[in-house]
Every structure is written in C-alpha cells, then in structure tokens.
C-alpha cells in the first residue's frame, strides 16, 4: 500500500513578514526549502510533489532534486492563499493514491523519524480503515505538520479558500489520530526575519 501515498509540499506563498523568498533562505548552506524535500525523499513516497508560485524560476534553478519522485508544480494562483497551492497539489497527483502527506515548505527542522511515524500509521490506517482519516503529529499538545489524510475525497479540497489551508475541511474526516512527538520541528515556521537570525545561529 506505501506506492499509493504521495507527499505534497506547499511552498507558494509570497514571504510578506519576511520580506525576501523564504524558500530560498540558506540553512546550513542549503535554501530552507531544500531541508523539507530531502526529508520527504528519504520516506517511501510514490511521488513528492513540491508546489511553488512566488519566485517559481529562480527557486527551481536554485534546488536541483535527483529523485525520480520528485516533481515541481506551479500554482499560478498563489496570491490566493494556501488553499489555491493545495488544490494545485491535490489536482497534480495520480488517480491511485489513497493517501496524501501536506508539508509546509517553511519548516525546515522536522525531524526525519517523525515524518516515518506519521507516515507508517497512516499506510497502516489505509489497510484497516474504509473512512477517512487524518495523522497528525502533536508536540506538547499541539498539533502540528505534516499531516496525513487518507481514504479522502478529492472535491473536499476544491472547496478550500483563502490562506487557512486545510484546517476548514478537518472535521469532514471521519477519524483523527494524533501522534504524540518529542519534536518541536513540527511547530517552528519561519516567517520573519528575526526567527531566521534566530534559528540559524541555532544551527550552525
């Protein structure tokens, strides 16, 4: 069942706070982007799909991804929020896959065994569960990315608007599963300049 889950990573947006392409941001010598891909890569995704809008040509000139799964797919509608990015990812993807895993191209610092755990219970719940279903990853009571969504209905997500992303179409689902991680990776975005400074000097 892993050859039908696919990882979609939302990278559209314009970086307003930050004032720059956040995506292309240098972490440790690599564009922030760059961390969340190769963390998807190293997870048994049948295709890794990274949607880009806001400085699409020079973000694909920037990160060169050598993996067959992988693929780039521009939302030429990114000004409308994060909603129009997912809808683009949902639109990109096979017929034959049962399960989707969202990332958020702007949280570089998740760790890779907390992407294999949601990932696992959600390939398991798509062996057991007829419903749908979604995996979430919480940390210290907080729910975080990626998020799993299984046995779903792809004109749910058409319905999305604006920049809240999925969370108006969470309560459709039948089920909901968090997964408690000791990983504040799933919680740390980075949407201002002061964040960046901060987290780098973290990580160097």
């Known amino acids: 069942m892993s050859s039908s889950i696919c990882a979609i990573i939302l990278a559209a947006g314009t970086s307003t706070r930050m004032g720059q392409p956040k995506q ?61 990015s997912l809808k683009t990812g949902i639109s990109n993807i096979g017929e034959q896959h049962a399960g989707i895993m969202v990332f958020l191209g702007d949280l570089p610092f998740i760790a890779k065994n907390t992407v294999q755990a949601i990932y696992q219970k959600g390939a398991d719940m ?29 004109n749910l997500f058409m319905q999305l608007k604006g920049d809240r992303g999925a969370k108006a179409i969470m309560n459709h689902f039948s ?17 201002t300049q002061e964040e960046y400074e901060k987290v780098k000097s973290l990580n160097n």
């Open 175 to 191: 089920h909901r599963k968090l997964v408690s991680v000791e990983d504040e990776g799933i919680l740390l975005d980075i949407d």
């Open 24 to 84: 292309l941001l240098l972490l440790k010598e690599r564009p922030l982007l760059e961390h969340v891909i190769r963390v998807a890569a190293t997870i048994d995704f049948s295709e890794i799909i990274t949607v880009i809008g806001c400085e699409a040509v020079n973000i694909q000139k920037a990160i060169t991804i050598d993996d067959p799964r992988f693929r780039w797919v521009v939302n030429e509608d990114y000004l409308l929020g994060q909603s129009s």
């Open 126 to 154: 798509l062996l057991e569960c007829e419903e749908s279903f979604i995996v979430q990853p919480e940390y210290r009571g907080t729910p975080g990315h990626p998020v799993f969504f299984g046995q779903f209905d792809r």
